[in-house]
């Protein structure tokens, strides 16, 4: 998916993962999986913001927001963390009208 | 011709037993070795303990014949692949029995209020590096593996006894060190900690030869990632298993102990540094 519309897919958490909280982290788990995942601060703060309402971009202004950063700095990390959880099935993509990514 | 008597070493933990029987004296020799601080005698006048599994192994013209009840399949090999087996099957036998436990891939000792699991792959390290600790005056709950009580973090003693890798100090490949011959720890039995101890901190241990001994800091999530790794009884457990491994990674102070000397390793966590905080020797 190129970039651009990467920024208007819409990212859901995928039903079921199991969360266990860390101190900075999250620690996920699809239950049947034999594999967990640890998601470092800033891919947690993506993870919570995928609801599967919020695009790619919507989640980049929030949290530039939040951090007070650029939201152009903010979008490659959330553009990023969006395809390493999509590409670890945490994830679903969708476009806007709903068709699935 | 009679045929030969069949003995019955019994090993126990936790009100449960393993029985093992042969008449091969060999075979019984070598549980008796291997299970030294767990064996008990037989019971007289009935059983109290629970008997959750029983071994059976017959000697044949080209090696032994190793059964467990329940078993469908029976297995063959040298001694050696026996003595291997009997570790296995027993363990995995009290395992089963104690479902409701996190049991790790891991060796731990006791000081003092002191509480430390030792998870490690195999080949790490950690047998060696327990029996330094032992003798370094440290008490021995395990050196294979570790059942915590997950509602007090505290870990059962499995004392089987230590066995460590005999080789060149040098890094082997995997099959390399799964080769190697192993010799029994020393193990006095007043070192044998008898009663569950609270574990207070894990320590990763990773053997690198040419290096003293050298403690770093590790992550909450990469302790409870390598926590759920060497979780013996996962498929059991589940999602608990993952609440676990993240509440004690999160609770627990967790480190990295690479080392080529387990008696500088030894010191390292007996001393100061290792106590409190990241240190390197």
């Known amino acids: 998916m190129a970039d651009s519309s990467f920024a208007e897919a819409i990212p859901r958490r995928i039903d079921g993962v199991l969360e266990a909280g860390l101190p900075d982290e999250l620690l996920l788990h699809v239950p049947g999986d034999s594999t967990a995942s640890v998601l470092n601060a800033t891919a947690r703060a993506v993870w919570e913001l995928c609801d599967g309402r919020r695009s790619v971009e919507a989640i980049a202004r929030e949290l530039a927001q939040r951090f007070d950063a650029a939201p152009g700095e903010i979008l490659t990390s959330v553009r990023d963390a969006v395809r390493d959880l999509a590409r670890l099935q945490l994830l679903a993509l969708s476009s806007p009208d709903g068709t699935p990514g | ?281």
């Open chain 2, 1 to 281: 011709m009679t045929a030969p008597d069949v003995r019955t070493v019994r090993v126990r933990f936790d009100g449960l037993c393993v029985s093992v029987e042969s008449s091969a004296p060999e075979v019984l020799a070598e549980v008796e070795r291997a299970f030294r601080a767990m064996v008990v005698d037989p019971p007289r006048g009935g059983d109290v303990d629970t008997v959750v599994a029983t071994l059976s192994v017959t000697r044949l013209d080209d090696g032994y014949e190793i059964s467990k009840s329940g078993a469908e399949a029976a297995e063959r090999g040298p001694l050696a692949e026996v003595r291997r087996a009997i570790r296995y099957h027993t363990t995995r036998a009290f395992l089963e029995a104690r479902t409701e436990w996190f049991w790790v891939h891991a060796a731990a000792a006791r000081r003092g209020g002191r509480g430390v699991l030792l998870p490690g792959s195999r080949g790490s390290g950690k047998s060696t590096l327990v029996t330094a600790l032992v003798r370094a005056g440290w008490r021995y709950l395990s050196d294979e593996a570790v059942p915590l009580d997950p509602a007090s973090d505290r870990a059962v003693p499995f004392p089987l006894t230590p066995e460590v890798r005999m080789g060149p100090r040098r890094s082997l490949s995997r099959e390399a060190v799964s080769a190697l011959c192993k010799r029994e720890g020393a193990l006095d039995r007043s070192a044998i900690c008898r009663e569950p101890a609270r574990i207070t901190e894990i320590v990763f241990v990773r053997f690198a030869p040419g290096v003293s001994a050298i403690l770093e800091p590790v992550t909450a999530g990469e302790a409870a990632l390598q926590l759920l790794d060497g979780c013996l009884n996962f498929q059991h457990l589940g999602p608990r298993a993952v609440r676990y491994a993240a509440e004690a990674a999160g609770r627990l102070a967790a480190r990295r102990l690479t080392f080529g000397d387990e008696d500088a390793a030894a010191r390292l966590l007996d001393g100061p540094a290792g106590a409190a905080g990241t240190a390197a020797s």
